[in-house]
């Protein structure tokens, strides 16, 4: 999983995982498009913290909450609607 992954990455370079903040760097994204994915039922990282990113990010942004998901199977849990997000955001900010 993601998380799992981040964390195995601040262990191998030495990063305390508290220092990262990618609300910080949300500034630095802008003029591009970012699109926030994240499951709704996730046990792992709340649900809030996309929110939060969302709404700390400049436009153009997207978020899309998957219902039936956890912290992972985003795409599993309704893969025609996961593929109408994906292409609708690709095909508004890939032009």
């Known amino acids: 999983c993601w998380v799992c992954l981040v964390c195995w990455v601040c262990l191998v370079l030495g990063l305390d995982i508290h220092q990262l903040r990618p609300i910080d760097d949300l500034a630095q994204i802008s003029p591009r498009a970012i699109m926030f994915i994240h499951g709704k039922n996730d046990p792992v990282v709340v649900v809030s913290n996309s929110q939060n990113l969302f709404n700390a990010a400049q436009e153009p942004k997207t978020l899309y909450i998957v219902d039936d998901a ?10 025609e609607e996961f593929e109408r997000q994906i292409v609708r955001f690709l095909d508004t900010h890939l032009k």
Request: avoid cysteine; proline fraction near 10%.
């Open 70 to 79: 956890s912290h992972g199977g985003l795409m599993e849990a309704d893969p």
